[in-house]
């Protein structure tokens, strides 16, 4: 078995920045694609970012293309999302995933993080 723990959510203003961090144990990852997601209550689940396992392809919503950037650590056993430039549209709860498929839809991904709490406030 394997978990994902993220870290790094938080309040910041408009404008402002924010890293999260996704830990994963229980297992090596190497071999997983990586992805974030996001959700608000009462809204579907979002796709924001994904990386390949080997760390040389990532794909973005157009959300957030040109203002988010993930990235990984292979020998660490983590992935990371740096967002810039942060909006108040992009509050929700922010989930770590792994999948065998490098892949933007939710359901190919086995493994989830319980989430971190960003609030971009105006």
């Known amino acids: 078995q394997g978990q994902l723990v993220e870290s790094g959510g938080g309040l910041v203003q408009a404008g402002g920045s924010l890293r999260l961090s996704c830990a994963a144990s229980?297992?090596?990852?190497?071999?997983?694609?990586m992805g974030w997601f996001r959700q608000v209550p009462g809204k579907e689940r979002e796709f924001v970012a994904a990386?390949?396992?080997?760390?040389?392809?990532?794909i973005y919503a157009n959300s957030v293309k040109g203002r988010f950037t993930i990235s990984r650590n292979n020998a660490k056993n983590t992935v990371s999302l740096q967002m810039n430039s942060l909006k108040p549209e992009d509050t929700a709860v922010y989930y770590c995933?792994?999948?065998?498929?490098?892949?933007?839809?939710?359901?190919?991904?086995?493994?989830w993080g319980q989430g971190t709490q960003v609030t971009v406030s105006s």
């Open positions: 229980g297992r090596t990852f190497s071999s997983y694609a």
């Open positions: 990386i390949r396992s080997s760390g040389g392809g990532t």
């Open positions: 995933a792994a999948s065998r498929v490098f892949d933007s839809n939710w359901v190919q991904y086995d493994y």
